[in-house]
């Protein structure tokens, strides 16, 4: 299995119980050259995991959904904000503590995997928040 | 001054050669220039398979690559270090190459290559394709890339920067190597032109990122 696809498998594993426990729909992968992304739908917003290839690294974000779909454009949709990074979120709600930044600017498989655990733990410590302030965290 | 018959043979042998390597060079698919002047809107898809790649660059599986913006030293990884008929044969290719840049669509660099593809679509422009990088390794990662923006300064061709990708950089404290590297290449470059905005550490393209 390429190191890609493992990881991608790890993520979807690690994350499984979205769907499960959590009600999300499953997952949509969306596969590009230099990008694989996940998203878990749940209502008007969605969880996605951003795998950057050239990086090598992963990013977690919240999206708004338009009309239930995603969103075609990137940060801004229609003018307004359609995605925002997790940890900016609890920064700017003052939720806590964030994500931490890893120690190290070359990355690999062990930290990406860790980084999703953490954003799993992450995401559902504050999941009644997301959910309760829905649209608004894009105002 | 005496030209004897082995001087003579020698030189038309070297000769004889010279024609044949820039044949060869000229010939491969990666420095054929016909066929994206035929189509300058769509990428053109070739799947190149681990058993044909002629430079022993191992691809695992098919990959489809944008004649337009194929940087040409990614092709011929081995070109620096290849005979000076070669040699000579690539330069003829990068000086018709950077004649035909006057009205090719512009480069777009930037932080996070999903901003970067949506903005070149959106401005009907050409971003950077990564080669497959699995297992990844950073070093050949950085060195294709960094071929493929010397390249693309060597053609002459207009580049577009949309800059960092702000909002990923307050979410993780860091910055991508790769877009810094790109930054460091294009530094006085005089085909060069920022479309961002900044104010300390926020800023973005407008209609982009805010």
Redesign the interface.
């Known amino acids: 299995m390429s190191q890609q696809k493992e990881i991608t498998a790890f993520v979807l594993d690690e994350f499984s119980e979205l769907v499960s426990r959590w009600g999300f729909q499953s997952p949509k992968v969306s596969e590009e050259d230099w990008m694989t992304r996940i998203d878990y739908i749940k209502g008007d917003l969605a969880f996605e995991i951003e795998l950057d290839w050239r990086d090598f690294d992963l990013f977690v974000l919240l999206v708004r959904l338009e009309n239930g779909q995603l969103p075609s454009s990137y940060y801004v949709s229609n003018g307004r904000k359609c995605r925002k990074h997790l940890n900016n979120v609890i920064r700017e709600q003052r939720w806590g503590q964030v994500l931490p930044a890893p120690l190290r600017k070359t990355r690999d498989v062990a930290d990406i995997k860790d980084t999703a655990a953490q954003a799993k733990r992450a995401f559902l410590e504050h999941l009644e928040r997301i959910a309760q302030a829905g649209d608004a965290l894009f105002a | 001054m005496q030209v004897s018959l082995k001087h003579l043979l020698s030189f038309a042998l070297l000769w004889l050669t010279s024609l044949v390597v820039s044949y060869a060079y000229a010939v491969q698919p990666a420095f054929h220039t016909a066929e994206p002047r035929l189509n300058a809107v769509h990428s053109y898809e070739t799947p190149v398979q681990a058993a044909s790649s002629p430079w022993g660059d191992p691809v695992?599986?098919p990959?489809?690559y944008d004649y337009e913006s194929l940087p040409l030293l990614e092709c011929a990884p081995d070109i620096r270090s290849a005979s000076p008929h070669a040699l000579c044969a690539y330069e003829r290719i990068s000086s018709f190459l950077a004649a035909e840049s006057v009205g090719r669509k512009p480069i777009i660099v930037g932080e996070?290559?999903?901003?970067v593809?949506?903005y070149a679509d959106k401005v009907g422009a050409h971003a950077y394709?990564?080669w497959?990088?699995?297992?990844?390794d950073?070093g050949l990662?950085m060195k294709r890339?960094e071929r493929w923006i010397k390249d693309q300064i060597r053609a002459g061709r207009e580049v577009i920067d949309i800059g960092p990708d702000f909002?990923?950089r307050?979410?993780?404290?860091?910055n991508?190597?790769?877009y810094d590297m790109e930054r460091r290449n294009l530094d006085g470059y005089e085909n060069y032109r920022k479309v961002f905005e900044r104010s300390g550490q926020t800023g973005?393209v407008p209609?982009?990122?805010?």
């Open positions: 695992s599986t990959q489809f996070n290559m999903k901003r593809k949506k394709r990564p497959k990088n699995d297992p990844f950073f990662g890339n909002q990923r307050a979410a993780t404290e860091r991508s190597p790769f973005g209609g982009l990122d805010f």
